[in-house]
RNA sequence: GGGCUUGUAGCUCAGUUGGUCAGAGCGCUGUGUUCACAUCGCAGAGGUCCCUGGUUCGAUCCCAGGCAAGCCCACCA
């Protein structure tokens, strides 16, 4: 053995030694327990981040540590198509080139992102691989594999016969320049300084930033506990406005801010989330003036056509002509909502779009926690679930991407020639228009062939199906939010509903995941378990801490404080960077990169390595002057054994004990602590400097070997390239690795 | 505005039912190269456990209030 440890070489003969074996491929009938955990799926185009190196660390810990103690243990590998963020990355791509996604038909453009995606898959794939994550390679699953976009379509064919699915109107927020809407999580709110008008509308005042959507008011409204305006509550109010003659009733909703501006608001429902609020409980029209093109519609009288900003300023201009303005604040400074990548103005627009009702879904996965059928741990994030479930309220999930998996309808083009098509023509022009109207000039073919998008009415008549239904049909382009493929991902990765995997493994054992998408993924993983099985999918959720930069903040490319693992695993290994973020995250708090710990534990394997070289040397010695061999412990006559000796053995079963203690409690920091303390402390800074002027050598070195290999068995989850690398060069132990070899402490009983 | 979390040695943090609980790693100071390891050993310095009250025989740990920091959700038109 070379005098110091390399960690390098270690990585690289462990993981030769896994390989050859097939150590990892889970058996669906071995009559062992099964522990089951899914690796949530990282972005299949993107690269491994400080966030997926602690996940992984974790949750091969309570792979590894299972196994060892007798379970049938599969952890199931995979990537996720990540819908918007990659189809976002491809775009960027294309602009290099000066394309656009504008310049393909649907199709087209989708095969290229899969191109796309294959060709970038293999990074992430070999990531997973270099940590030494102990995955069943033979059950990886890609989020659009075949089998798995099947179980999506079935559930959401499922869900339409059992009446959960409907079309409806729905405030979303559409970037003009990407085309698409974005979800909730996607926005971040910019100050910025934006005149804040003071609009006469007849007797009353309202202030607003956008003079324009008043196009779209279809009621004024007031704190029903404002005394100014008591009075015209429930009336009618006329008066002159831009298009001439207007009638607006006032309303009372305690939304209304009495301190704000005049205390009056406007309500626009068609462009503003509350407005459309203020709208549903007051049954208010939804007047449309704003287009997904980004001009005003129709509805917009006289300002049709324009952009949104020209209409304001021409608003603004007539009604300065009308003498309607009364004021102007030039100073006041507001939120307005960007994408929080492009930082890209985001309008809001009603649209149909797909929902989920989820009052049926949500109630049992709220019970599902509380009655303790699923444990989340630590504790405290408990209540964050419990709040988001109890407050859920029902879920758009279609998307205007082409990316993901198409929600599965068509919609008869004569049934509805409403439908508004953007296709590319034969002559490669994008054209736009009713399907009804545009038949006249091209065939439905043509249409088909070059298709962009699609915009069916709330109204329109579909119908549902993997395959299409027959000529004269349309695809609805609209694909399904991420987060309802994933959301099926238990089920996906398991072969729902018939395969020997879904019998033997579900419900899985633990779920492994960040805090951050409790609500967005491990909600809708527990409502489609429960759903589709009965069963949520999962006993125990752990959320591990989020790592912040070194600095204390949040990492992010803006603030340059990213930190690659690629370096530490360079500089100090896979194993020394598991072990310190594993003993970081102490309890499922966020914490700083601990850079010196990872240091420590560089050193640390270190040091086990040395432990093993000074036993092996001082055996061989002893052998090789006396002749005879060091015997096994269980070999070893017991009453040769000296007081430094049983205290030792002592300390290693209240280790043994005090580990799986903590591993069951989920508390990893605390296991790892005590092996690392153990073994640097008690054995190599105590046991051994005793071996060394010891009479009885053969005892010593007996004592020693036993004590030393059972807490490299107890590291080996958290360190497993050292700790199997170390093991390889420990002669006459057993044959097989110590991945699979017995875990020191209890054994757990087989399956009936 | 609603919620969660944190405030312990120079730094990053442990401290699991209130009584050797004042700790670890790193850093720092001094020191050591005889047969595992300088990625090491030995010795050492250091803290009003945020503040103020309360409960208790006793509080870093429980309660109330305050101060400070981070994050999540909602987003005053």
Not at 536 to 553: N, Q, T, W
Not at 647 to 675: P, Q, T
Request: proline share 5%.
């Amino acid at each position: 053995m070379d005098k110091t440890f390399e960690h390098k070489t270690a990585q690289e003969k462990a993981r030769e030694i896994w390989e050859k074996g097939g150590f990892f491929k889970a058996h669906a009938n071995s009559g062992k327990e099964p522990f089951t955990i899914l690796l949530p799926p990282p972005n299949a185009s993107g690269k491994m981040h400080t966030g997926n190196v602690l996940m992984i660390a974790l949750e091969d810990l309570l792979i590894r540590w299972k196994r060892m103690q007798g379970y049938e243990a599969l952890w199931v590998p995979g990537t996720d198509h990540a819908g918007f963020e990659t189809q976002t990355t491809f775009e960027r791509e294309l602009k290099k080139e000066g394309k656009s996604r504008f310049d393909f038909d649907r199709n087209t453009l989708y095969s290229q992102i899969v191109d796309f995606v294959q060709q970038n898959k293999h990074q992430i794939e070999n990531q997973i691989k270099e940590m030494g994550a102990s995955v069943d390679w033979s059950r990886y699953t890609f989020t659009l594999d075949e089998h798995a976009v099947n179980v999506v379509l079935d559930t959401f064919e499922k869900m339409v016969k059992d009446g959960l699915i409907y079309r409806s109107d729905y405030v979303v927020n559409y970037s003009f320049k990407w085309g698409t809407t974005f979800s909730d999580a996607e926005i971040v709110y910019k100050e910025q300084k934006s005149p804040l008008y003071y609009i006469r509308y007849g007797p009353l005042t309202v202030a607003t930033v956008r003079p324009e959507s008043k196009l779209g008011d279809t009621a004024l409204a007031v704190n029903p506990n404002d005394d100014r305006y008591k009075e015209y509550v429930g009336k009618d109010i006329e008066f002159e406005d831009v298009l001439g003659p207007n009638k607006l009733k006032v309303i009372a909703d305690p939304y209304v801010d009495i301190e704000f501006g005049t205390g009056v608001l406007k309500v626009t429902p068609a462009h503003d989330k509350n407005d459309y609020e203020i709208g549903l409980r007051h049954g208010l029209e939804i007047r449309n003036v704003v287009g997904i093109n980004g001009r005003m519609t129709e509805n917009a009288g006289k300002y049709a056509g324009m952009k949104v900003l020209e209409a304001r300023k021409k608003v603004i201009e007539d009604l300065n002509g009308m003498g309607l303005i009364e004021k102007v604040d030039e100073d006041y400074e507001n939120l307005v909502p960007v994408d929080y990548r492009s930082g890209d103005y985001i309008e809001q627009l009603v649209m149909p779009n797909w929902f989920v009702k989820v009052e049926p879904l949500r109630k049992p996965a709220l019970d599902a926690v509380l009655e303790k059928k699923v444990n989340i741990y630590p504790k405290w994030r408990e209540i964050t679930y419990l709040r988001w479930m109890e407050n859920m309220r029902d879920w758009p999930i279609s998307r205007q991407i082409v990316w993901g998996i198409r929600i599965p309808a068509w919609y008869s083009v004569e049934e509805n020639p409403d439908i508004t098509v953007t296709f590319l023509n034969g002559k490669g022009a994008i054209t736009s228009g009713k399907v009804g109207e545009l038949l006249g000039s091209y065939t439905l073919k043509e249409i088909e062939d070059g298709l962009q998008s699609l915009v069916a009415p709330k109204k329109a008549v579909y119908v549902i199906g993997k395959e299409k239904p027959g000529d004269g049909f349309l695809p609805e382009t609209d694909t399904f939010d991420t987060w309802f493929s994933s959301g099926q991902w238990p089920l996906v990765t398991l072969k729902y509903p018939d395969s020997e995997d879904f019998k033997y493994f579900y419900p899985t054992s633990v779920l492994e995941t960040g805090w951050e998408i409790v609500t967005r993924w491990v909600s809708r993983m527990i409502m489609f378990g429960i759903y589709l099985t009965g069963q949520p999918p999962f006993k125990d959720v752990y959320l591990h801490g989020h790592i912040r930069a070194i600095d204390g903040r949040k990492m992010s490319k803006s603030l340059g404080n990213v930190i690659n693992p690629d370096d530490y695993i360079e500089k100090y290994g896979v194993d020394a960077l598991r072990m310190g973020l594993i003993n970081g995250t102490a309890n499922g708090k966020d914490f700083n990169f601990p850079h010196d710990k990872i240091l420590g534990y560089r050193n640390f394997a270190n040091k086990i390595w040395n432990m093993a070289r000074f036993m092996l040397i001082m055996t061989e010695s002893y052998e090789e002057e006396t002749g005879e061999k060091v015997p096994f412990f269980g070999d070893l006559d017991q009453e040769l054994l000296q007081a430094e000796d049983l205290e030792i053995m002592e300390k290693l079963n209240g280790l043994i004990g005090e580990v799986d203690k903590n591993l069951e409690k989920y508390r990893f920091a605390d296991a790892g602590d005590a092996i690392y303390h153990f073994m640097w402390d008690e054995l190599a800074s105590g046991y051994i400097e005793k071996v060394k002027g010891r009479e009885d050598k053969v005892v010593a070195l007996c004592v020693l070997r036993h004590t030393y290999v059972t807490s490299l068995k107890l590291l080996h989850p958290f360190m497993p390239f050292a700790t199997e690398h170390i093991w390889s060069h420990l002669p006459g132990l057993s044959n097989e690795p110590l991945a699979i070899s017995k875990w020191p402490g209890d054994q757990v009983k087989p399956k009936k």
